[in-house]
């Protein structure tokens, strides 16, 4: 097998670097979307009692956004017997992105203290 030279090498960066500033692009637009579907969400969690809904996870964090990233939101407020009515119609709202609710009265204590440190309201 014969071992790549620098200059070979240097004919194919420009490719890989389209490529990437694609992919970028790409994550930035479904990212976008994503945060379209979160704020219908919450509203559909907000008609429901939520007095509170938070986004976290990696919607809210730079880098990666790609097909197999989701939606995660935080409510406070539904009442238990409403929650999961309220679960499947935010999951509407969601329309492409799988979407993740939990409610922050219900979460292990770690959690929900990231929750509420790295929380973006809607």
């Known amino acids: 097998m014969q071992a790549m030279t620098d200059e ?4 194919y960066l420009p490719g890989i670097k389209r490529r990437w500033l694609e ?3 790409g994550w930035q637009t479904r990212r976008a979307r994503a945060w379209e579907r979160a704020r219908g969400a919450a509203e559909v969690l907000r008609r ?3 007095t509170r809904v938070l986004a976290f996870g990696s919607l ?3 880098g990666r956004y790609d097909a197999r990233s989701d939606i995660d ?3 406070e407020g539904i009442r238990d017997e409403e929650f999961w009515r309220a679960y499947a119609e935010a999951t509407e709202a969601a329309d492409d ?3 993740d609710v939990v409610d922050v009265a219900h979460c292990p204590p770690e959690l929900r203290a ?3 440190r790295e929380g973006v309201p809607l």
């Not at 070979?8 to 004919?11: H, K, L, N, Q, R």
């Open 23 to 25: 992919e970028q692009r």
């Open 97 to 99: 992105f799988e979407l």
């Open 48 to 50: 429901f009692g939520a």
């Open 73 to 75: 939101l935080a409510e």
């Open 8 to 11: 070979t090498f240097a004919e």
């Open 114 to 116: 990231a929750i509420l």
């Open 60 to 62: 809210t964090r730079a």
